[in-house]
């Protein structure tokens, strides 16, 4: 198979998030470093899951590729163009969001016509007819019965709420759909229902998503590469198939390790990271991982990895050659 060539649609350069924290009352001004030098690249078509625990910075490197905050250091380029130096409501015209908690993200007080057809209204995309057709045509897409279109959100169940706010992002046409756990707030049973219909949507519309999640069920049904971000540094990068078959980084594969199965006779996960976990307001030294690793070694604590690419995959940890052409040797599975 050829390499794909194709500049990609979004790029995260170097990003920087720092928050300058209140003054306590005995201590000095402190320093949250919530994303610290990350690289990301999303290609057209395809769908990136970024994953990692609370806390790891998923929630602010969301908010700076949708333009909502502006990094401290770094770019993120959009359509090969910063996007820093591009306009406000032509970038929102070209990336949505769908978010967490459908109930929430949703007017309470606005009809689901009103608030599918608020980007429209916005936009100033046609005019009262037209706009009215495309809610039609769109709560169809997404599943949802004509006859919703004059309730407010207050009637609707949770999976529905979601195809309302799935509907309102893309009722514009967008290019990127920014998923911040799209299926966290709703019933186990209405998960897959959701998973599948934007499955659905990203064939019918041609769209490229970024999954923003914790949970790799889902990453596993819907993603094609995957990105671990852990204390705002991603340390992994690769395809779906290869993260689930073979982690390379021992942060992702304790990640896997800690997925409860249904098999039967396996009983409980082991959590093989701890129960302390270093914050971003006062990060270790050298590999941010290295006080939870099983693998550590002596300059881990000293030395922060090198970021490493081989094949379209990408790692930062010592266990690995620097040779960025080198073949990059699995960590060894529980057992072994």
Do not use: W
């Not at 997404?142 to 799935?166: F, W």
């Not at 209405?190 to 998503?209: A, C, K, P």
């Not at 992994?236 to 390790?257: G, I, K």
């Amino acid at each position: 198979m050829k390499p794909d060539l194709s500049p990609p649609l979004l790029e995260a350069r170097d990003l920087e998030r720092r928050f300058d924290m209140p003054r306590t009352f005995f201590g000095p001004k402190r320093t949250l470093h919530a994303v610290n030098g990350v690289n990301l690249s999303v290609k057209r078509g395809e769908t990136l899951a970024l994953v990692g625990e609370s806390g790891s910075g998923k929630t602010t490197l969301a908010r700076m590729l949708l333009g909502l905050l502006a990094p401290t250091a770094g770019q993120v380029i959009f359509g090969g163009v910063p996007l820093a130096g591009q306009d406000r409501i032509a970038t929102a015209r070209r990336i949505q969001p769908i978010f967490q908690d459908p109930y929430s993200s949703l007017n309470p007080r606005k009809t689901i016509e009103s608030i599918i057809s608020l980007p429209l209204r916005v936009h100033r995309v046609g005019d009262t007819a037209s706009q009215a057709k495309a809610v039609r045509d769109m709560m169809e897409h997404v599943g949802l019965p004509a006859r919703l279109a004059n309730v407010t959100p207050n009637q609707l169940s949770g999976g529905q709420r979601q195809r309302v706010a799935i509907a309102r992002a893309l009722i514009i046409k967008p290019e990127l759909v920014i998923c911040d756990e799209p299926t966290s707030a709703l019933d186990v049973s209405v998960q897959s229902q959701i998973l599948n219909l934007l499955q659905d949507l990203q064939r019918e519309f041609g769209l490229t998503y970024l999954l923003i999640t914790h949970n790799l069920a889902v990453v596993e049904h819907i993603a094609t590469r995957v990105a671990v971000l852990y204390l705002g540094r991603i340390v992994e990068e690769t395809d779906t198939q290869s993260l689930f078959s073979n982690p390379r980084h021992p942060y992702s594969r304790a990640l896997l390790d800690s997925v409860l199965t249904p098999e039967p006779g396996l009983g409980l996960p082991k959590d093989t990271l701890g129960v302390m976990s270093p914050g971003p307001m006062n990060p270790p030294s050298g590999c941010r991982f290295h006080p939870r690793c099983p693998a550590r070694m002596e300059k881990c604590v000293q030395q922060a990895p090198a970021r490493m690419t081989s094949a379209g995959s990408v790692i930062e940890c010592h266990l690995y050659a620097g040779d960025a052409n080198a073949t990059l040797v699995p960590f060894p599975k529980k057992g072994s």
